[in-house]
């Protein structure tokens, strides 16, 4: 039983309160019932947008009754994708990574939530304006948009109860600078992981940084955070280290516009194109130049752009006093939900906390596997979020969860793999399988019926397999043949064909030349 007067006059007061902030979500008001279930996801980017879609579209028996609210700190949704409103500089941190020149570094048939595909003439590699708009798309699709509170800021988030019952007590700052105090059943994490980061300190770069100034020259070390336009590099020579995309990119594009570029690598299986000369990892700094580990030099570097990635951090949890932060930790706290900065432990199939401290589907992560394409790694975790946000009894006790990841932890250092060190990433091609493997999970305890296919599509695995598409599609470009090939492509089994013609084309052509080229097959 509830109180139906008391519950009209809450209800009317807090409608006039969240009129005067001008920017509550009217999904939450559809229904003047009372809330048995309360869940607050983080973030509005690809894993957010897929965690919400997947709760709203649970069925109604499952649902009835249930407040769901997402908070997004920035303007619009896209997370990544959505470009900085303005240049931001050191010590203040950019809003997104991205630079104007970024493509996509796979093909976006791979990229896509499953059953939704690009728009059509998208090219096979577009440009960032194209995934911001896919997830815009997206979420004006689905309905999404009542449900999203843009310009909020999840400030911290602390559990108040049991390990088996309680609420998460949640501050958000509006738009306006107001706290708003709410409490929540659940809370859903997906804020990504390209937000702090990683700078690593070599011996002598302060003597390098202030010998340039006392010489009267620009000298600065910066992450690849701040990189964007690579014309305010001309004439100047930059090391860029780091053999991600971000620092094959970054040195790629400075290759045209720099008077020198040094590329410093670990390993390099994907080298960046143009004049770009390859180094090993930096050594330490002398006065005047950069040493690497075989010992060479570089002299004269104006600018050393680190593409070294991001620390692993959850703010809002660490204020709360969730998250404890101990770097380099290789095991658990107490069983307490600890970050070394590259790993996020205890977690149950990289999705639900094991901390002992409250119900284990009380908190969830989307997005945290790399490795993969993300929206479809992204759709297949919230679909076993939801269910078992749902229904906790889907998952077996915590004792039981916290073995299992112990054995997966053992079988990964069977394998060679430290997974204190490789963290959430995907190794050995193992992203469909583990995309399968929470479906087929959800299938075997009767959450989902068992229509005898699999989640992923066999094109997407096809796909990965694909050696040739990246030079095809950039001689399709030099060619001037996009509008052909893009002809009549919609549906994910039209795209998926063009990729194999694609494929095709490439390898019959590189062949038909004697061409060799190191092998490069799309990463996920």
């Known amino acids: 039983m ?31 019932t009372p809330v048995n279930k309360s869940v607050a996801i983080v973030g509005a980017g690809s894993a957010g947008l897929a965690a919400l879609k997947n709760l709203v579209g649970l069925p109604d028996e499952l649902r009835n009754g249930w407040e769901i609210v997402l908070y997004e700190q920035r303007r619009d949704v896209g997370g990544i994708w959505l470009p900085d409103p303005q240049p931001v500089h050191p010590p203040d941190l950019p809003e997104t990574p991205l630079y104007p020149l970024l493509h996509t570094n796979t093909p976006v048939p791979t990229m896509t939530y499953p059953g939704f595909p690009f728009s059509p003439g998208t090219p096979l590699y577009p440009s960032h304006e194209y995934v911001e708009q896919y997830h ?47 409490s929540f059943d659940h809370v859903v994490v997906a804020n990504g992981h390209n937000h702090e980061p990683h700078i690593p300190i070599y011996a002598g770069q302060e003597d390098w940084l202030r010998s340039g100034i006392e010489g009267g020259r620009t000298r600065e070390i910066l992450h690849s955070i701040f990189y964007r336009k690579p014309e305010r590099y001309a004439n100047q020579t930059v090391v860029v280290v ?16 720099a008077r020198k570029v040094y590329h410093s690598v670990r390993s390099l299986s994907d080298p960046a194109s143009g004049p770009v000369e390859i180094k090993p990892e930096i050594s330490h700094f002398t006065s005047d130049g950069v040493v690497f580990t075989d010992g060479s030099t570089a002299l004269d570097v104006d600018y050393v752009i680190l593409g070294t990635g991001y620390e692993l951090r959850v703010p809002f949890l660490e204020r709360g006093g969730e998250v404890l932060v101990t770097p380099k930790s290789s095991e658990p706290v107490d069983y307490a939900l600890t970050t070394n900065l590259r790993y996020l432990f205890p977690l149950h199939q990289h999705i639900f906390s094991l901390s002992n401290s409250y119900p284990t589907n009380a908190l969830a992560f989307i997005g945290l596997p790399i490795l993969v394409a993300n929206c479809p790694s992204d759709a297949a975790q919230s679909i076993y979020a939801a269910h078992i946000i749902a229904n906790g009894s889907l998952l077996d006790s915590r004792e039981e969860l916290l073995q299992e990841l112990e054995a997966s932890e ?24 583990y995309q399968d493997g929470l479906i087929d999970y959800l299938k075997a305890r009767g959450a989902l019926p068992d229509d005898g296919t699999s989640f992923v599509e066999g094109w997407r695995r096809e796909a990965g397999r694909y050696q040739y598409l990246k030079r095809g599609w950039k001689r399709v470009e030099e060619l001037g043949q996009q509008r052909e090939w893009l002809r009549g492509v919609e549906t994910e089994a039209e795209w998926a064909d063009m990729m194999t013609r694609l494929d095709r084309w490439q390898g019959g052509w590189e062949m038909q030349h004697g061409l060799v080229f190191p092998e490069e097959r799309i990463i996920f």
């Open 2 to 32: 509830f109180d139906l007067r008391q519950l009209v006059l809450s209800f009317i007061s807090y409608v006039l309160l969240q009129h005067e902030e001008g920017n509550y979500p009217q999904a939450v008001f559809q229904h003047i």
């Open 136 to 182: 815009q798309d997206y979420a004006s699709h689905f309905n999404l948009m009542p449900y999203i509170m843009l310009n909020h800021t999840v400030l911290s988030s602390s559990w108040i109860g049991t390990p088996d019952k309680g609420r998460w007590e949640v501050t958000v700052q509006d738009h306006n600078g107001r706290e708003i105090h709410k």
């Open 242 to 257: 780091g053999s991600g995309a971000s620092g094959r990119d970054a040195a790629s594009q400075l290759a045209l516009h």
């Open 410 to 433: 053992d079988n990964l250092r069977s394998r060679g793999y430290d997974p204190y060190y490789i963290g959430h990433r995907m190794v050995d091609g193992s992203t469909f399988d």
